[in-house]
């Protein structure tokens, strides 16, 4: 990393909690691996102040922010511009200040996880998609999915968010979680958007995906989940949630800095923190 000086520029995460966010590592590595003068840090933004937090990015000349719980909604709500998908989505992970003071939303997972598709060699178009999950992840995979012509069928617990999430791509359905296995014995990519694999002594999992078909996790951490293992073992292919990860930080990194990202050294920080 360069010393810190005074012409050194500052971009962040906000959230509550935020101290084991792997974003400042996976940054800062990209900064150090394109030799640029910037630094990054996680900020503790308490709930209800995250909007504060984005209007004072041109007070204080903070270039970007990636935003993660509590604050995706009240970001969004406090920026000048926000691009198509998320407005659609009224939430954002990236918000990037411009050289006329004003600041733009953007929410990079439902492209971070194309990219992350694309690099394991899934085309989603035209194939069968179930997401299971309803929250702000699966949303944002659900629409990206959807734009990329993928049949989606949104399975989740509450029938209104379920209704909901499938609401974001016409033709989309949606499912009782009591209708997993069926659901999942009918479909070409299963794709986890719910914390189900992050803990290690939960009770239940997921069914496995099978031969001919592609098992996705958001989880990346463990970058392995019961999940991904089973359903291998049981002849599927499988994506893991660290290439999302990786691709959405380097979305945002794009359009914090304009240059391009160097993905390998931030897939290298993402990896070396999961270990730590
Ligand atoms: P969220 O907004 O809290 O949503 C979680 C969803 O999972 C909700 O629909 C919830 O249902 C459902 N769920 C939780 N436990 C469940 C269970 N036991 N059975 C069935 N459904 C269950 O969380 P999120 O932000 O969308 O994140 C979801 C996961 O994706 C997290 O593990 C997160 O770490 C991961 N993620 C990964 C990336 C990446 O870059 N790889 C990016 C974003 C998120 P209810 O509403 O009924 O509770």
Redesign the pocket.
């Known amino acids: 990393m360069s010393p810190i000086t005074g012409a050194t520029r500052l971009a962040a995460v906000i959230g509550d909690p935020v101290e084991h966010s792997r974003s400042p590592a996976i940054h800062n590595a990209a900064y150090a691996a394109v030799d640029l003068d910037w630094v990054y840090v996680a900020l503790r933004v308490p709930p209800g102040r995250g909007g504060d937090a984005v209007r004072a990015m041109p007070v204080l000349g903070i270039r970007g922010c990636n935003v993660t ?1 509590p604050h995706k909604e009240a970001a969004a709500a406090a920026c000048d511009e926000l691009s198509p998908v998320a407005t659609v989505l009224g939430v954002v992970n990236t918000v990037v200040l411009r050289a006329d003071g004003t600041v733009r939303g953007d929410s990079t ?1 439902g492209e ?2 194309m990219r992350a598709l694309a690099e394991a060699g899934l085309d989603p178009s035209e194939r069968r998609v179930a997401v ?8 944002a995979v659900v629409l990206a999915l959807g734009a990329a012509g993928a049949a989606v069928t949104v399975v ?3 029938p209104e ?1 379920c209704a909901s999430a499938a609401a974001l791509v016409p033709g989309a359905d949606a499912r009782p ?1 009591a209708d997993l296995r069926e659901v999942m014995a009918d479909v070409d990519v299963v794709v986890n ?4 694999g ?1 803990g290690a002594d939960e009770p ?1 999992g997921l069914p496995a995906a099978g031969p001919g078909q592609w098992a996705v996790d ?3 951490h463990p970058a392995r989940t019961p999940f991904l293992a089973a359903s291998e073992q049981a002849g599927a292919a499988v994506v893991g ?2 290439g ?2 990786v691709h ?1 930080a380097a979305l945002a990194f794009e359009q914090m800095t304009g240059r391009a990202a160097p993905i390998e050294a931030m897939r290298r920080a993402a990896e070396a923190v999961g270990a730590a």
Do not use: E, S
């Open positions: 719980m997972d971070g996880l299971l999950g309803t929250g702000g992840a699966a949303r989740g617990r509450r968010a979680w958007a719910t914390p189900i992050m239940g958001l989880v990346y949630g660290l999302m990860l959405q």
